[in-house]
């Protein structure tokens, strides 16, 4: 309300009621200008009255909502349910033009306006999490595979004789099938075993580029936040590497902004040698819906022609969604996410372990790793040759997801590249194990459930018996298993 309409409704309402009121919705629009002025995340969360009046004044600005708007083009932001314009805030246009998922809509300011802040306050979150240097990224709407892939397809126009790229094995297929997408050889750099632990093999990695030669190489694709047994990639030595040989090196970081040692590796390696962008999926780091990645980098220029080739317009909402998530949790809420992440991290830890003692099994060791957890299953796979996958089928039917069962000597083939022991980023490794994540967001009444669950799984296995054919386990178990678990969480939550 500006100040010729504060007076009309002085001639209504007593005058120092309107001011009174005036005053209340001053506050909420220096939060707006403090915003805007310096783009940066707020310190403490918004509440939703304040995100909800900037994303209306966002949306008054593009030239759908404008009274008496007449659109006579054939993308003129019109929606057919009013539920969907409802769930956009009627931010309908999207972002950036057919050139440039970046640039400026005229059509569209406030959707313009809302990219360029989201990504404004993206890149001080990545700053805060580790990466200091890191001078500029943006909001994709794709998954972290194709947005890799967009990296690939940009560097192609710098090194057009190059057809191979490094890579340090990590068995998930999208960021195996982003270089083939790409049209380019992936070139697999099997890992080294050390100790539990699979590390880059970084001697390897310098014999091919010898026996390819440099300029026929695209570039490293390492990565950062994987499945243990398998650490993050030497990524200052990986980064060095590239440096003293001029080629490029792209990091897949999936979930890697909630590690402060996966940003930090990445700092590390832009300090010492060569990281030319890395990529971080927005549901995985934000708690948002699937459908976003943040690609950042060290050089706005290069990060600019990234942003060039995405080819047309593109969808406003992982934008709108992370923009709203950090608006409500402000620098101090998302650094209380990865507190807790952390401290979640050692709980589950300790925890496993113990249950894997209890059935004469270990939690692997895998220091450099800050997210996921392996233990082994190897007096389980010795009993019987279908146990292990049958504990996987048995954890799914009771409502336990993202645990990953890995037998041995598993065969996958991806685009004619046949890789042996699948999942366990090795041709060969020494048992069968399962995985567990403490990732962000997860509560210690999550950890508990699945350590009580996994727990009876492994009692039934370990009688012999096959539960596998068996109705999932009813509702009212779960709600008595969790309501338990929610007490002993409770409890706990002084400790950790």
Known sequence: MNAENVAASERLVDAA????????????????????????????????STIELLLHELAIMDSNNFLGNCGVGEREGRV??????????????????????SAVQPKAAGSSLLNKLTNSLVLDIIRLAGVRTASSCFVVPMATGMSLTLCFLTLRH?????????????????????????????????????????????????TQIQDLGADNILCVHS?????????????????????KHDIPHVVNNAYGVQSSKCMHLIQQGARRGRIDAFVQSLDKNFMVPVGGAVIAGFSDSFVQEISKMYPGRASASPSLD??????????????????ERKEMFYYLSSELKKLAEAYNERLMETPHNPISLAMSLRKLDEQSGTAVT??????FTRQVSGARVVPLSSLQTLS???????????NSYHCAYLNAASAIGMSQQDADVFLKRLDKCLKTLAKGKNDDKNTPIANEEIVSETEKCSTKAAEGNAKY
Request: aromatic letters at 8%; proline letters at 4%; charged letters at 25%.
């Open 416 to 426: 004619g590249y046949t890789f042996k022991g699948f999942m366990s980023h090795t």
């Open 223 to 243: 990565t950062t936040s994987c499945f243990a047994p398998r650490v993050p990639d030497r990524l200052e030595e990986l980064a060095e590497i590239c440096a």
């Open 17 to 48: 009621y309107v001011r009174q009121g005036w005053q209340g919705r001053r506050a909420h629009e220096l939060r707006l200008r403090t915003l805007l002025e310096q783009g940066k995340c707020p310190e403490e969360g918004w509440d939703e």
């Open 80 to 101: 057919a349910s009013q539920l969907v314009a409802r769930r956009h805030y009627r931010l309908i246009h999207g972002i950036g033009r057919s050139g440039d998922i």
């Open 322 to 339: 992370v923009l709203i998530t950090l608006l409500s949790l402000g620098t101090k809420g998302y650094q209380q996410l990865l507190k």
């Open 158 to 206: 710098k090194r057009p004789q190059a057809k191979y790229i490094l890579w340090p094995r990590i068995d998930q297929k999208s960021c195996f099938k982003s270089m083939i997408t790409a049209g380019f050889e992936p070139v697999v750099i099997e890992n080294t075993l050390e100790g539990d632990e699979l590390r880059t093999d970084l001697k390897a990695v310098e």
């Open 390 to 395: 049958q504990l996987g089928s048995m954890l």
